[in-house]
């Protein structure tokens, strides 16, 4: 539905009989039985009435154009309804009070438009602004008054709603602004001469009063629209229980409004007691409100008032009192003196209230004086609060002792800034500092307790990491035991010297506790990343470990290596020794349980299964979990299966100095040898010579010795590999051994050959072959056998294999026997 408006009542009292027929017709009125309710507004003329109706029920009444003056624009009643609301919403604006057009004799027309709207309306809307809720005239209070009186004796009482509209809202609390006025309506009400019939009535029986504040539109368009939303909201079925009118009485259908409201405007254009005030408390009213507020623009514009404002923002000022107090005394004797013969109760009136603006305007210039005083109070509370701390004395006593001592300092400095026309309370401002010298003190007592648990963790971790990566880097089955002890002593010892200093704080034991909490875990969350971090270089501790035992015997010393060394048993005990490194890092031992994890890798790594548990293929691998029984997840540091991937690892960089080495004891064991055999040649040089001495008388037997040192020289050519074993035990025997070994002269050999089917002999010999980077490079030759031609080219060479080199110093390939 549309909006629709007419002109009930125009400027000149005539009631718009056709006009408002139309209107009910339009808006089907009569259909609507009692579903229906009539709002009405009053208040002062170019207050904003119809401006508000407009947002407020999206009616279209004229609005004021401040481009063409502040001119009235309602004359008399104008009526219309609100789309969008239900139920049907009949909405009244009123000519404005107090308006030039009409001039100050004639105000009888507004009074009776008032108690139109006041005997027709359900809820009535009372426009007024926050500043004039002081002010009897502008704030409509002594017409309410002659309303109260002229309603009972024409009608018959019925509840309704008074709701008050307070625009242009300053800092007042809403709350404050409300109370106001529900004591000045009751007293209104209770001054009200009423029938004998009410002589008992409370105000709440007849009237239901409700306050709204609202911002000022120009200056706060979206706040204002807001509460403009938050009041139509209010308006939907208001004839509801709980509503705004929910508790009217003496409804009439809405098919006999137009009737009813003829009705009442004759009765109320026929009543003549509706008279206004005396002239003389009108005239005292205007004439003084017109000087308080002509001595509060003096005051606001005043040269001194202005200097001093201007002192006071920029700091403290001495004798701040007393120069308020002049000024003030000064622009009150001047209301007195000007005022001295209008009413003396409108005139006392009017003095409170210039009293009370000429305070409100001191009271900015005040505020910061205390704000001053404040911030000097703090700064110098700070800097005592450091001095005594630099002293030596406790956190606690010297915060309290300075805190005490500077609030006294502010009530004091606060005594000396009373205004005596005022009666401003300091008891916020004071509080205010209070909590910011308790809150620079909290900051303070922070910033120190950091120092301290920072300066304690730097001493915590210095006394720890370097000795723990030292423990670790000679790790042994003493490594965790002496980490343990190490850990502990440096936590009491920092714990007691921590608890010495926290006294000065007075702190409670929860907080103390956690402080040394904290200490407690950095000092574990030290030994764990220290851990971590030597954890990292495993591998090379475990071939530093491994070569330490592999190549210094037990008094720690360089091993001189002869040749007879069992390098199978000094190769496991390195490896034993760098399994004991690697079970030692695989988890962090705080907590002095016993673990089977040297054990575990022991039995996994380095000792050899019997052919049963070999056999066995249901046994599981301990090495296959990622986690150890005895130690939690966290505590892990090198996990089963990590252990077994880093150990074959280390096995495979570490198998090269055992080749190595192995080589080294078989030349060593071959030189040896070949010493030896020099030594037996020698003599068994001298034996033949001797024996050619003796013979020498006898061709023959020359001739037998050359033949048989022929035969000697070609068998150790050929055999030389073989010698060493020969003269293992007796000369003689070594002797008839190479002799029994060696083979006819070659013209035998291809006699042989000649009368076919005798084995023949070849020599073959190995390529050199090389097992490490700086090994030896070692040969062997072996014999074969075949019945090839003559002239048949030589197998090709094989390279000798890594059996070869673990046995090569105890076995040799012997030739087969012919």
């Given at each position: ?29 009569g ?50 309804n ?11 604006d009123?000519?404005?009070?107090d ?8 105000t ?16 009535i ?13 502008a ?52 001054s ?6 009410h ?86 009213t ?67 209230h ?6 409100k305007?001191?009271?900015?210039s ?28 406790g ?24 205004v005596?026309?005022?009666n ?19 900051s303070?007592?922070?910033?120190k ?20 990566e ?72 475990l ?7 592999f190549?210094?015997d037990n008094d ?18 390195s ?8 079970s030692?890092?695989a ?7 016993v ?10 790594l ?5 052919a ?31 252990c077994k ?6 096995i ?27 030594w ?17 008388r ?12 022929f ?30 070994r060696?083979r ?22 190995c ?7 700086n ?13 090839d031609?003559?002239h048949?080219a030589?197998?090709?060479?094989s390279?000798?294999d ?7 110093s ?9």
């Amino acid at each position: 539905m549309e909006c629709c408006e007419t002109q009930l009542i125009d400027g000149d009292g005539n009631f718009n009989v056709s006009g408002l027929d139309h209107f009910v017709k339009t808006v089907r009125l009569g259909e609507c039985g009692l579903s229906y309710v009539v709002v009405a507004i009053m208040g002062p003329s170019i207050s904003g009435k119809s401006s508000l109706l407009n947002k407020l029920f999206q009616t279209n009444f004229r609005e004021m154009d401040a481009f063409k003056g502040r001119t009235q624009t309602t004359k008399g009643i104008w009526i219309a309804n609100s789309p969008g609301i239900e139920p049907c919403t009949i909405v009244m604006d009123l000519d404005g009070g107090d308006r030039r057009e009409r001039g100050e004799d004639d105000t009888v027309f507004e009074r009776q438009t008032t108690l139109f709207a006041l005997a027709v309306s359900d809820i009535i809307l009372i426009n007024m602004c926050c500043h004039d809720i002081f002010k009897e005239q502008a704030a409509d209070k002594p017409l309410l008054k002659t309303i109260f009186q002229v309603m009972m004796r024409l009608f018959s009482p019925r509840k309704m709603t008074l709701l008050f509209v307070i625009h242009d809202k300053t800092n007042s609390p809403s709350e404050h602004l409300e109370l106001l006025l529900r004591e000045d309506i009751q007293r209104i009400w209770d001054s009200v001469a009423k029938p004998e019939a009410h002589k008992s009535t409370a105000l709440n029986e007849l009237f239901h009063v409700e306050v709204i504040t609202f911002p000022n539109y120009e200056e706060r368009e979206e706040q204002f629209n807001e509460q403009v939303s938050l009041l139509r909201n209010q308006f939907m079925h208001s004839i509801a229980p709980g509503g705004l009118a929910g508790d009217r009485g003496g409804v009439l259908p809405a098919s006999e409004f137009s009737f009813s409201s003829q009705h009442m405007w004759k009765v109320i254009k026929e009543n003549r007691e509706l008279d206004l005030p005396s002239h003389k408390v009108m005239i005292a009213t205007i004439r003084c409100e017109e000087i308080a507020n002509e001595k509060l623009s003096l005051f606001a514009c005043d040269e001194a008032w202005s200097e001093l404002s201007e002192t006071v923002q920029s700091g403290s000022v001495v004798g701040f009192r007393q120069n308020v107090d002049s000024i003030l005394d000064a622009y009150l004797a001047e209301y007195d003196e000007e005022t001295t013969y209008f009413d003396e109760g409108v005139r006392s009136t009017r003095r409170q209230h210039l009293h009370a603006n000429l305070l409100k305007l001191a009271h900015p210039s005040f505020r910061a004086v205390l704000k001053h005083l404040c911030s000097k109070i703090l700064e110098n509370f700070t800097i005592d609060l450091d001095q005594s701390l630099i002293a030596g004395r406790g956190f606690a006593s010297s915060a309290r002792d300075c805190a005490l001592h500077y609030l006294l300092q502010f009530d004091q400095d606060f005594s000396g800034l009373k205004v005596k026309h005022a009666n401003w309370d300091a008891s916020c401002s004071r509080e205010k500092l209070r909590l910011n010298i308790e809150a620079h003190a909290t900051s303070i007592r922070s910033t120190k307790l950091s120092e301290l648990i920072v300066y304690y963790k730097k001493q915590l971790t210095e006394e720890l990491a370097q000795p723990i990566e030292s423990l670790f880097n000679n790790a042994d089955q003493s490594t965790w035991a002496s980490i343990r002890k190490l850990y502990n002593i440096s936590i009491e010892k920092a714990i007691s010297e921590f608890t010495s200093t926290l006294l000065g704080f007075e702190l409670d034991s929860t907080e103390s506790d956690n402080l040394k909490m904290d200490l407690k875990h950095h000092a574990r969350d030290v030994v764990e990343n220290k851990s971590r971090e030597e954890t990292g270089k495993i591998l090379t501790r475990l071939k530093d470990r491994f070569l330490d035992v592999f190549v210094r015997d037990n008094d720690s010393l360089p091993r001189v290596w002869t040749g007879k060394e069992d390098i199978k048993k000094i190769t496991k005990d390195s490896r034993i020794a760098a399994l004991k490194v690697l079970s030692i890092f695989a988890g962090i031992r705080l907590d002095e349980k016993v673990d089977r994890i040297e054990s575990i890798l022991n039995s996994a790594l380095i000792d050899t299964p019997t052919a049963k548990e070999k056999q066995n293929t249901t046994l599981r691998d301990p090495l296959s979990s990622n986690i150890w029984e005895e130690i939690p997840p966290e505590n892990t540091l090198i996990s089963p299966s990590q252990c077994k991937s880093l150990w074959k690892k280390f096995i495979k960089e570490t198998d090269f100095i055992v080749y190595d080495k192995m080589l080294i004891e078989g030349a060593l064991r071959r030189k040896k040898a070949m010493q030896l055999l020099s030594w037996k040649v020698m003599a068994l040089s001298a034996i033949i010579s001797l024996a050619c001495m003796i013979l020498s008388r006898n061709r023959l037997a020359i001739h037998a010795v050359f033949i048989a040192v022929f035969m000697v020289s070609n068998t150790l050519r050929i055999h030389r590999h073989n010698i060493t074993r020969q003269f293992e035990h007796v000369m003689v025997a070594g002797f008839l051994s190479i002799i029994s070994r060696s083979r006819l002269t070659p013209w035998f050999s291809l006699g042989a050959h000649q009368r076919g089917g005798h084995r023949s002999m070849r020599y073959v010999s190995c390529r050199p072959a090389t097992f490490a980077s700086n090994g030896p490079r070692l040969r062997r030759g072996v014999l074969a056998t075949a019945r090839d031609p003559p002239h048949q080219a030589s197998p090709k060479p094989s390279t000798c294999d890594y059996e070869f080199l673990k046995a090569h110093s105890r076995t040799t390939t012997q030739p087969p026997q012919t």
